[in-house]
């Protein structure tokens, strides 16, 4: 059998143009197909169909480049929940920038991996030019801002929650009820005490009952705020929880990963107010930011902080190649392979530059204030509140609990529509989350018709 050629080095863009192609034209024919923003039939049509596609899946002999190629891309592509449809607006899940897809390819076909110098001597280069130019962005006032790359928010978040432990030893979590998962997930994971958590009337954290934990609690203790929380898109009173923490010699972690682009925003920017008071911020640019995943960092206002991650390998890192200036990598992650998501990032921001991103920005909450108004507008239909980022709560009114998850799991198994769910309020509500910039009236409405549709008469 003939060896495929390999995608790097010299020949690596005439052994990519032809299979290019193919994708490219396999991506449309399954989207045309899927006509939609989900394909129909729910899990258990769809997982047929991928069985029948894809069995034998290691067969006796090879189909070829193409034809694999041809057929699993088009098969994935159907059976896609499209984000850069308007109707598929449930989670964080952003449509990414055709030009950060086409850097994400450079990065595959390079295949630098972020272990050690001599396998990534530019990627390591760019990477600590571009995280500290974003580390900056949250700590203007430094001393020495810099950043680490992370699989997204999660991880950014357990790191904090690990350099907070290294530094004291051990350390007790507090945070608001809303506060993202992987925040208790990250406690258990270290084997640190279980967060203790004060009420989020409202939807973000109570001052007075993160005052009352805080006067009750000893020893060291690190408070997670949240910018842009994931059921409702609140943004904590992060100026007012910072002058808590200082007041009580507590630490403060903002996870930032929804709502931090909102600082190249000169109109959005006074809701980050108090940011850079933290010890530590999480960044996720694969949701604001519309680059594929991975794209999440956390940033710190010292890179001395990041002390704690220091580690050897001798194969890798070894102290007389650090000496005689080699940079030494693996203090920049828990993970070893990485792949270079900073190039993607580092595209975006030169190609768009802080002007192209905050028109982004304020593109996409404008269209979420506009499909507030709707609603607002529409007598069958119940607005939970005002938008602060780009989540909108709604339900039809009148409508039970069972009703509004009914809609729901009514609109994904049509494939009209993708849209998510939140409690609020005691109440279950339809969550639309919108990411796409480039969304328009027409859109927006036809979303709220087709919840009001799906509604039970």
């Known amino acids: ?198 009420p989020a009337p409202g939807g973000t954290t109570d001052l007075a009952g993160l005052d009352d934990a805080l006067t009750r609690l000893h020893g060291p203790v690190l408070v997670t705020a949240t910018a842009g929380t994931t059921d409702t898109g609140r943004i904590d009173p992060l100026q007012d929880i910072a002058g808590l923490c200082a007041r009580h010699g507590a630490e403060l972690h903002v996870d930032a990963a929804y709502g931090g682009p909102l600082l190249l925003s000169s109109r959005h920017r006074d809701l980050l107010r108090g940011l850079d008071r933290a010890q530590s911020v999480t960044l996720d640019l694969h949701k604001i930011g519309w680059q594929p995943v991975a794209a999440g960092l956390l940033a710190v206002p010292d890179s001395a902080l990041l002390a704690p991650l220091a580690h050897t390998a001798d194969y890798l890192n070894p102290d007389d190649d650090t000496e005689a200036g080699i940079p030494d990598l693996l203090g920049r992650s828990l993970r070893t392979t990485r792949r270079p998501d900073i190039l993607k990032i580092a595209v975006t921001l030169r190609a768009l530059g802080r002007s192209g991103l905050a028109a982004l920005v304020d593109r996409t909450i404008a269209a979420a204030h506009d499909l507030a108004g709707l609603i607002d507008k529409h007598p069958a239909l119940e607005l939970h509140d005002r938008p602060v980022l780009s989540t909108v709560l709604f339900r039809p009114r009148g409508a039970s609990d069972q009703a509004v998850a009914d809609i729901r799991r009514t609109l994904l198994h049509q494939g009209r529509a993708v849209l998510g769910r939140a409690h609020a309020d005691g109440r279950l509500w339809l969550k639309a989350t919108l990411l796409n910039p480039h969304a328009t009236p027409g859109d927006l409405e036809t979303l709220i018709a087709l919840v009001e549709g799906s509604t039970p008469r």
Request: aromatic letters at 2%; proline letters at 11%.
């Open 1 to 198: 059998m003939t060896v495929p050629p390999l995608a790097g080095g010299a020949a690596g863009p005439d052994a990519l143009r032809p299979l290019l192609a193919v994708v490219l034209d396999a991506l449309k024919e399954g989207a045309v197909a899927r006509g939609g923003p989900l394909p129909p039939g729910g899990p258990d049509e769809l997982g047929r169909a991928m069985w029948e596609t894809v069995t034998p899946v290691i067969p006796t002999d090879g189909r070829g480049a193409e034809e694999a190629l041809r057929t699993l891309v088009q098969a994935l592509a159907y059976g896609a929940a499209d984000p850069a449809d308007p109707r598929c607006a449930a989670h964080l899940h952003t449509p990414p920038l055709a030009l950060a897809v086409a850097a994400d390819l450079a990065a595959s076909a390079l295949n630098p991996s972020l272990d050690s110098w001599d396998q990534a001597p530019s990627a390591s280069a760019l990477e600590a030019e571009v995280t500290r130019a974003l580390a900056t962005e949250v700590y203007p006032r430094g001393p020495h801002p810099d950043a680490l790359v992370t699989t997204g928010g999660t991880e950014a978040n357990q790191l904090a929650l690990l350099l907070a432990r290294e530094r004291h030893g051990t350390v007790q979590a507090v945070c608001g009820a809303h506060t993202h998962h992987s925040i208790t997930r990250a406690a258990w994971l270290l084997g640190l005490p279980k967060p203790v958590t004060v």
